[in-house]
């Protein structure tokens, strides 16, 4: 007899709980409810996109205020005149010159440039050569 009442309170039990499941389940799948966690998920999403775009937006700031500081661009390199070499044509901008790059930067550790010389690609052919002395093959 124990045994009997054991089991059906045990049954009766499970039925109270699996009518509360059901219950909660039919309230969650109401149009109203569907409506409103649909909107707070999009409500979700929306304030993860703006934080993902004002982290995007900080970190370019960052980056570029850091290239600025590596190239010189933000006041920090040292301009001093070209010396005044008899040219024929000078380009446009050429009358001053970087001296150095800014403390710091990458491009301290690269070699000083060769300002007066000529690329390789650049050089005269023996052809042209000729053609300037005079000489026309």
Same mark, same amino acid.
């Given at each position: ?18 009518? +509360?499941? #059901? +219950? ?14 649909? #909107? ?98």
């Amino acid at each position: 007899m124990v045994r009997r009442i054991f089991w059906m309170t045990v049954g009766a039990g499970a039925a109270v709980w699996a009518m +509360n499941k #059901a +219950n909660e389940a039919t309230r969650r799948l109401t149009p109203d409810s569907l409506s409103g966690t649909a #909107a707070r998920g999009a409500l979700h999403l929306g304030d993860a996109a703006k934080r993902f775009a004002q982290d995007v937006r900080t970190g370019m700031a960052e980056r570029e205020e850091q290239l600025r500081a590596d190239l010189g661009l933000d006041g920090t390199a040292v301009l001093e005149p070209a010396p005044r070499r008899r040219r024929t044509a000078a380009p446009r901008g050429a009358e001053y010159r970087a001296i150095s790059a800014a403390p710091g930067s990458p491009g301290v550790a690269l070699p000083p440039s060769r300002a007066g010389s000529t690329p390789p690609a650049l050089t005269s052919t023996p052809r042209q050569l000729e053609q300037r002395r005079g000489k026309h093959p």
